[in-house]
């Protein structure tokens, strides 16, 4: 496990969240390719691996030869993706947690 890289791509993945002036959809395309994508089960700390999971089904939902985060993100309703960048916060947030009480 790499909690370290995972509070730095996590944070990289919050910081597009925040700060892009795009709709949620769009933003979520950037903020995954930014961070999330570059992450995987052994970065992430066990007591938070489900959530992990979670995240990761629903961005590769739909089968797309390239690109398939975009993919994914496009059949999703506004409400699904906002419930995603929820999820990618509460993540984020708990995997700092975990990490300050190493």
């Keep these: 496990m790499d909690a370290a ?5 996590l944070s990289d993945t919050i910081r597009v969240l ?3 002036p795009h709709s949620i959809k769009e933003r ?3 903020a ?7 992450l995987s089960e052994r970065d992430i700390p066990p007591k938070v ?3 992990f999971r979670s995240v990761s089904e629903r961005l590769r939902k739909v ?3 390239n690109n398939v985060f975009g993919a994914s ?8 993706a906002v419930r995603l960048v929820e999820d990618i ?12 009480n190493s």
């Design 28 to 30: 979520l395309k950037e």
């Design 49 to 51: 691996l489900k959530e």
């Design 63 to 65: 089968e797309a030869p």
């Design 18 to 20: 925040t700060t892009s």
């Design 32 to 38: 995954v390719i930014e961070g999330f994508v570059r």
């Design 89 to 100: 916060i509460d993540l984020d947030v708990k995997v700092n947690l975990i990490w300050d």
């Design 5 to 9: 890289y995972a509070v730095e791509k």
């Design 73 to 80: 993100i496009d059949q999703m309703s506004e409400d699904e």
